[in-house]
């Protein structure tokens, strides 16, 4: 079963739990999530502040900008189209993921993307409809 990411609706409950001060293992169960999934959430996506440590803590919007900048930078090749045409291209050709990234790297050309990204793409859902 696949593990879907936090949305604002999930993120905004455990903000108000966490303000309630609701334990950890009661946020899990209402929501249905593992408890480990919740430390998670809550450390990665925490606000810390040096400035003003009092306002330091979980805070929803924070924590949804946060993860979308982490997905932002999965998507290389979604906002790159040229990058994406070049590697298409070199894909329909017969090329591996492997020599498409040398090449690239090779090349110079400031734009390039290692082999795992390739694959990852060609085996997404995206990746599948375009191949």
């Not at 996506?45 to 946060?66: C, H, I, K």
């Not at 492997?98 to 859902?125: F, P």
Request: some cysteine; aromatic content about 10%.
């Amino acid at each position: 079963m696949a593990h879907p990411e936090f949305g604002i609706e999930e993120r905004r409950r455990i903000e108000r739990l966490r303000n309630a001060r609701v334990p950890v293992m009661e946020i899990a169960d209402e929501l249905g999530r593992h408890r480990s999934t919740i430390y998670r959430e809550l450390k990665r996506n925490r606000f810390a502040d040096a400035e003003n440590p009092y306002l330091d803590g979980y805070y929803s919007s924070v924590a949804q900008t946060m993860a979308a900048r982490r997905r932002y930078r999965r998507r290389k090749l979604a906002r790159e189209p040229l990058l994406l045409a070049s590697i298409t291209d070199r894909l329909r050709a017969g090329w591996s993921p492997e020599q498409i990234a040398g090449r690239l790297r090779r090349d110079g050309s400031g734009a390039y993307v290692c082999h795992e990204t390739i694959y990852a793409w060609v085996y997404s859902e995206e990746g599948r409809e375009r191949g």
